[in-house]
């Protein structure tokens, strides 16, 4: 079965530095999907970044990167220039290949940065 | 453009009482899916949906149905509701993964609480 593990329960970081929130995973499959979601203090879910496990690139979306380790079987999301905005929950996610789609989600990392 | 949306924001039960929790999107997603989030734990899939007239179990179904008549709409029923249940829901929707990242867009939430 498919696991997600984020060991960083919670993490702090000061403004405008970098942060690296990790996750590993856990999958016999070959083919998979990997997320990221950020959701705010409002309670939204919202979609940050996706790594295909073929995709020979780390995906960027703007300030976010993913270190893909496919190997080491992670997927570390790293945000450049922190913001206050950052401060939420950050959630990594899998999906396995199929039909069905069902996404596992990590537990989380709470992300607080400071002025 | 409305996305996915999610009523009620917010609901009380009492135990025994039964509900459900309405979700629709208007983005044509073959993929919906009903999702638990409750404290360190992340989000648990309860049931799915790949297609209109198919449905399936997640990791968390005991207590809940779902039947999916359009590709617009899946509902969420609580057949009779235990403390156990009080949680967040989340509704999310997604294109299969051949069409794309196959990423999830996610409703605002259902904050339940059975007393």
């Known amino acids: 079965a498919q696991k997600i593990t984020q060991t960083q329960p919670g993490m702090f970081v000061q403004e405008k530095e970098a942060v690296t929130l990790d996750c590993t995973y856990d999958?016999?499959?070959?083919?998979?999907?990997l997320f990221w979601y950020k959701q705010p203090s409002s309670g939204e879910m919202i979609f940050l970044i996706y790594q295909g496990s073929y995709d020979q690139q780390n995906a960027t979306e703007g300030r976010y990167s993913l270190n893909f380790q496919k190997a080491r079987k992670s997927a570390n999301l790293v945000i450049s220039a922190s913001q206050l905005g950052d401060s939420a929950m950050y959630f990594c996610a899998m999906r396995p290949p199929g039909l069905g789609q069902n996404f596992v989600f990590g537990p989380g990392t709470r992300l607080s940065v400071l002025p | 453009n409305a996305g996915v949306t999610q009523t009620p924001k917010f609901q009380v039960l009492k135990t025994g009482q039964s509900m459900t929790l309405q979700c629709a999107q208007d983005m044509n997603h073959e993929y919906m899916s009903w999702y638990r989030q409750d404290p360190g734990m992340g989000l648990r899939l309860i049931h799915y949906s790949v297609g209109a007239g198919i449905t399936d179990q997640g990791e968390v179904p005991n207590g809940y149905n779902v039947s999916r008549s359009t590709t617009e709409d899946f509902p969420l029923r609580l057949l009779s509701a235990a403390p156990s249940q009080t949680s967040v829901y989340f509704c999310?929707?997604?294109?299969?993964?051949?069409?794309?990242?196959?990423?999830?867009?996610f409703g605002p939430g259902t904050r339940l609480t059975v007393t």
């Open positions: 999310a929707s997604s294109y299969s993964a051949g069409r794309s990242s196959g990423e999830q867009y």
């Open positions: 999958t016999s499959d070959p083919s998979y999907g």
